[in-house]
């Protein structure tokens, strides 16, 4: 393979989405609370398709569910749609501010979120304490 199909090949890898490397839901109503119910640690991620923010976070999430297949099998990562779902129950009782926020829940309990952020060291440490509350 020479370097430019290589590096072509690289890139379209890269540009994949999320949903592709992993079973991530997408969000219907009722479908927190039916997996919150369950016993299941849950990883919401309010986005919009059009939001660079959101893209630099869902490249992140992928990075880091590629290098540790636990967070893929022990949380329960769940899309929700910004343009759809911005004005529903889950976002106002969540006080969501915005698209490219991401929370964790277990139980009746909120364990951490990000609004807006795209370091990986602190994306990690979202999904670590996910891990670490299923464990």
């Known amino acids: 393979m020479n370097r430019r199909h290589f ?3 690289t ?3 890269a540009a994949l989405p999320v949903s592709l490397a992993a079973d991530i839901l997408d ?5 927190v609370n039916e997996r919150l119910a369950a016993g299941e640690t ?5 986005k919009a398709d059009w939001c660079t923010t959101c893209r630099a ?3 992140v999430i992928g990075q880091l569910m590629g290098s540790n297949p ?12 910004w343009d759809q779902h911005r ?17 964790v829940l277990r ?29």
């Open 107 to 135: 139980g009746n309990e909120e364990l951490g979120r990000i609004v807006a952020g795209t370091a990986s060291s602190e994306i990690q440490a979202l999904m670590d304490t996910a891990l670490n509350a299923g464990s």
């Open 57 to 59: 976070q869902e490249r």
């Open 87 to 103: 004005n529903s129950a889950l976002a106002n009782d969540l006080n969501i501010p915005r698209r490219s926020t991401l929370v």
């Open 27 to 31: 969000y219907r109503p009722g479908l």
């Open 11 to 13: 890139i379209a890898l």
């Open 70 to 81: 636990a967070y893929g099998e022990n949380i329960t990562f769940i899309n929700v749609d």
């Open 7 to 9: 590096i072509a090949a």
């Open 42 to 46: 849950v990883f919401l991620d309010f």
